[in-house]
């Protein structure tokens, strides 16, 4: 089974902090995604990277940066978190492929700025 | 860009009871998934479908393309299937694998 794996489950940090969530799956994708989710808004993309030291802006990547330096792992990073970007923050994998493939997420990570 | 609309958006059933859940959605996709968001906020990925039937246990799926909606049956629920299921798509032409997610279906089973 693939395994999606987000270093928290529960964060809270304060404003003007730089926050670091981490993203790390098992299964040698190529694809990975962080989305951030909210009440009557639903999934949103923030950025998602096809290969290591790629990325793509997605629909919302304002106010944060990703990292993609092993093809394993992948970090979402708030410059400087601010309290609209308390969120459900939730991570994604899939294989690279025509025809579109698979997406598996972790558990989520509910961040809270104070 | 690509609209999907799921329905009923709240439904609320006795343990035991069947029920379906659609989505639609506005041009040719070439990955459509199944989600069942659990209340601990994980997201269980329930079926991929482009197209076609597939079945698991109680949960089954079927996705016409050329109709451009897919129907998520759920049969004799428990209440341990509450929670939200989202319908999510990618489009044909995207060949990105950015999936557009759908508002959900809150689903709660009643003892």
């Known amino acids: 089974d693939v395994k999606v794996t987000q270093s928290s489950r529960y964060l809270v940090k304060r404003t003007g902090e730089k926050v670091f969530l981490e993203c790390v799956q098992d299964m040698d994708h190529e694809n990975m995604f962080w989305y951030r989710q909210d009440p009557g808004l639903g999934l949103r993309l923030i950025y998602f990277?096809?290969?290591?030291?790629?990325?793509e802006k997605g629909d919302i990547p304002e106010g944060y940066s990703v990292s993609r330096e092993k093809k394993e792992r992948f970090s979402l990073i708030l410059e400087s978190a601010s309290t609209n970007q308390t969120s459900m923050y939730l991570c994604?994998?899939?294989?690279?492929?025509?025809?579109?493939?698979?997406?598996?997420f972790g558990d989520g990570t509910r961040l809270s700025i104070l | 860009g690509i609209q999907v609309e799921q329905s009923p958006p709240d439904l609320i059933l006795q343990e035991g009871a069947n029920s379906t859940l659609r989505c639609n959605f506005s041009d040719s996709v070439n990955n459509l998934q199944w989600f069942h968001q659990n209340p601990w906020g994980q997201l269980i990925n329930l079926f991929y479908?482009?197209?076609g039937t597939k079945q698991n246990g109680r949960l089954s799926a079927t996705t016409v393309a050329t109709e451009r909606y897919s129907l998520l049956y759920i049969s004799s629920s428990q209440t341990t299937d509450s929670g939200v299921y989202f319908c999510?798509?990618?489009?044909?032409?995207?060949?990105?694998?950015?999936?557009?997610f759908g508002q959900g279906t809150t689903l709660q089973v009643k003892p």
């Open positions: 479908i482009p197209s």
């Open positions: 994604a994998s899939s294989l690279l492929g025509t025809g579109g493939m698979p997406q598996h």
């Open positions: 990277s096809y290969d290591v030291k790629m990325k």
């Open positions: 999510a798509v990618e489009r044909a032409s995207s060949n990105t694998g950015k999936l557009i």
